[in-house]
């Protein structure tokens, strides 16, 4: 069983940073990818930035080049840094685990981000 709970959201100003935190436990030696996802009123949920048990990341091309994500095995900890926050970035944020054989198959309770103009 994996749990997944995110943080570290909250209100910030165009042009701002946040930095998410979504903390682990569990059979997390199951999950081959963590990700994050987010979803806006009225759209669809977007695969935001994925980083893989070796340390592959990839980027939506709306966040390339503002957004990192990263990973403390230490504290079973997955971080998404955001940068140059824009209004579009407005969304529930959701922390999710890729196992083998299974897919997106873990998800956490989410974290709300609300960029001002």
């Known amino acids: 069983q994996v749990q997944l709970v995110e943080s570290g959201g909250g209100l910030v100003q165009a042009g701002g940073s946040l930095r998410l935190s979504c903390a682990a436990s569990?059979?997390?030696?199951?999950?081959?990818?963590m990700g994050w996802y987010r979803q806006a009123p009225g759209k669809q949920r977007e695969l935001v930035a994925t980083i893989t048990s070796g340390g592959s990341t990839g980027y939506a091309d709306s966040v390339k080049g503002r957004f990192t994500i990263s990973r403390d095995n230490a504290k079973n900890t997955v971080y998404l840094q955001m940068n140059s926050l824009k209004p579009e970035d407005t969304a529930v944020y959701y922390c999710?685990?890729?196992?083998?054989?299974?897919?997106?198959?873990?998800w956490g309770q989410g974290t709300q981000v609300t960029v001002s103009s």
């Open positions: 569990g059979s997390i030696f199951s999950i081959h990818t």
């Open positions: 999710s685990g890729n196992v083998v054989g299974t897919g997106w198959g873990y």
